[in-house]
């Protein structure tokens, strides 16, 4: 219990960065926290247009306290927990419905899933190899299809994870797996690739531009369909924190037409290496 009041405590030191961040990036980095670093970031995004295939929604998104901690949790190893406090949607259309949901009006909201995932290194960058990592994850569905923003389904994803840097400039590759049960068919499962790609350059002190192209391909199949997204932003720090916003559109039928996320990342030191004993001669 001790422990956890600690880190709890901690909240409130500051303690300055010392690896890269991801928001607002969704590709992630090879690059592991420090062993008792914890990482928390907390935003906003506003999606229009977004669709929904089982639930025949479409309409103005808008989700709060989207938020990932990150832990250090060894040399090697790194904990994630992430999800979105409140999903709001305004809806503007709808078309006929595969699960149909049952709220009445034109609004709905509902929590966000809940994504428990590690990391793992596997290499650090040296020379021309890039820095390497595999991380896995599982998505629960704490969003339900009454609402009609959820798919009550489970998922799992698998990814390698690639950092390079050239100069000051880094570049993020993901390429993985996507395990997504089916909404609509019982004992039935799709399986989809998914992949991103990133680019950080720093422009001044303390800004940051940032982009990336991510999504997943596979079978089309309903409510597990094909995403795409592009997203361009930047990133300050000040303060002892970074302040991100980006754009977003999106590149397939049930991706959002267009978006605008806004963002804050806070690091601090929870705990430190354990040392051992020292035998005094």
Not at 67 to 85: D, L, P
Not at 106 to 129: M, W
């Amino acid at each position: 219990m001790g422990k956890w009041i600690a880190v709890l405590v901690a909240l409130f030191m500051p303690v300055s960065a010392r690896a890269q961040e991801d928001r607002p990036l969704r590709t992630e980095t090879a690059e592991l926290l420090g062993i008792g670093a914890v990482r928390a970031e907390f935003g906003i995004e506003f999606l229009h247009r977004q669709r929904y295939s089982l639930s025949g929604l479409e309409g103005d998104l808008l989700r709060l306290g989207v938020t990932t901690i990150r832990v250090g949790a060894g040399e090697y190893a790194e904990f994630q927990i992430s999800g979105v406090a409140r999903d709001f949607l305004t809806v503007n259309r709808r078309s006929p419905a595969v699960i149909p949901p049952t709220f009445a009006g034109g609004t709905t909201s509902d929590f966000g899933d809940l994504i428990l995932g590690t990391k793992l290194k596997l290499a650090g960058e040296k020379g021309v190899r890039p820095a390497l990592a595999f991380s896995f994850a599982v998505q629960l569905p704490n969003a339900s299809n009454e609402s009609g923003l959820g798919t009550d389904q489970t998922e799992f994803y698998s990814k390698l994870l690639l950092t390079r840097h050239l100069g000051k400039v880094a570049f993020r590759g993901n390429l993985g797996l996507a395990i997504l049960g089916s909404p609509v068919q019982a004992n039935s499962q799709a399986d989809l690739l998914t992949y991103g790609f990133a680019i950080l350059a720093p422009v001044h002190a303390g800004l940051e531009l940032v982009g990336e192209v991510r999504g997943r391909q596979g079978p089309l199949r309903i409510g597990n369909e094909n995403m795409s997204r592009v997203q361009l932003g930047a990133r300050v720090r000040t303060g002892g924190l970074l302040w991100e916003i980006a754009g977003v559109a999106g590149l397939r039928r049930f991706d959002p037409g267009s978006g605008l996320l806004l963002g804050v990342t806070y690091d601090f030191q929870a705990f430190h290496r354990k040392r051992g004993p020292v035998t005094v001669r």
